[in-house]
């Protein structure tokens, strides 16, 4: 039981170029984060989607976009990576569609660095 | 606005002894608050979770208490151990699908 996989695990990009990160669960849960993490601000919520087919704007949305490919995958997209966008990145997902005290299991992170 | 507050500084701690960490938050009011565990280069892992209507909850070697007139939670690891060295966040949730997370505070326990 893998549970939350991420990839890539390390990516250098230059200023304006574009990736996804590719994030997976196989827990069958209904929702999915992904959050960044940077010195000193902590855990923000970029993104989130509920169930299937939903996705919902978190804390810091600008420069991304995502993806509820289908139950088990969720992508976050950088269209023009900006140096201010290099930060670890954490997928996540939970059981239900409303938290409501639910666990979240978190991948093993990213780390994506902008030049 | 809402916040979340972690001792920033790092606490240092011989072996065996209590380490207490505290959460305290303002402008929020969680139906629940978790904690987890991060390690250096990991994501962070579940450790337990309180609601709103408990005064305390256990695992093992590991207490939390919540205090919504204090908007205060103190988190112990009784006995620690070398192996309890790592970054304890405190997560505050709602009705809604977001956590909201502290910055995390260090423990580092000495043998």
């Known amino acids: 039981n893998a549970g939350v996989t991420q990839t890539p695990k390390f990516q250098v990009l230059k200023t304006g170029q574009s990736m996804t990160l590719q994030c997976a669960q196989d827990?069958?849960?209904?929702?999915m984060y992904w959050y960044r993490q940077d010195p000193g601000m902590g855990l923000r919520l970029i993104y989130y989607s509920a169930s299937e087919g939903t996705t919902d704007k978190g804390e810091v949305p600008n420069g991304y976009n995502v993806s509820r490919l289908n139950k088990r995958e969720f992508s976050l997209r950088l269209e023009s990576a900006a140096p201010s966008q290099t930060s670890v990145y954490f997928c996540s997902s939970s059981p239900g569609e409303r938290i409501s005290g639910n666990t979240i299991y978190f991948g093993e992170g990213s780390w994506l660095t902008v030049v | 606005s809402q916040k979340i507050e972690q001792n920033s500084e790092a606490l240092n701690i011989q072996e065996g002894k209590t380490a207490t960490l505290t959460c305290n938050y303002t402008n929020y009011s969680p139906a629940y608050l978790q904690w987890y565990r991060q390690d250096p280069g990991r994501g962070p892992v579940f450790l337990l979770l309180?609601?709103?209507?408990?005064k305390e909850k256990r695992k093992e070697r590991l207490k939390v208490t919540f205090d919504t007139t204090l908007k205060q939670s103190l988190f112990h690891i009784t006995a620690s151990q070398p192996a309890d060295s790592a970054t304890y966040l405190c997560?505050?949730?709602?009705?809604?699908?977001?956590?909201?997370f502290g910055k995390g505070n260090q423990v580092v326990v000495i043998p």
């Open positions: 827990m069958n849960h209904n929702s």
């Open positions: 997560a505050l949730g709602g009705g809604n699908n977001r956590l909201a």
């Open positions: 309180i609601r709103e209507n408990e």
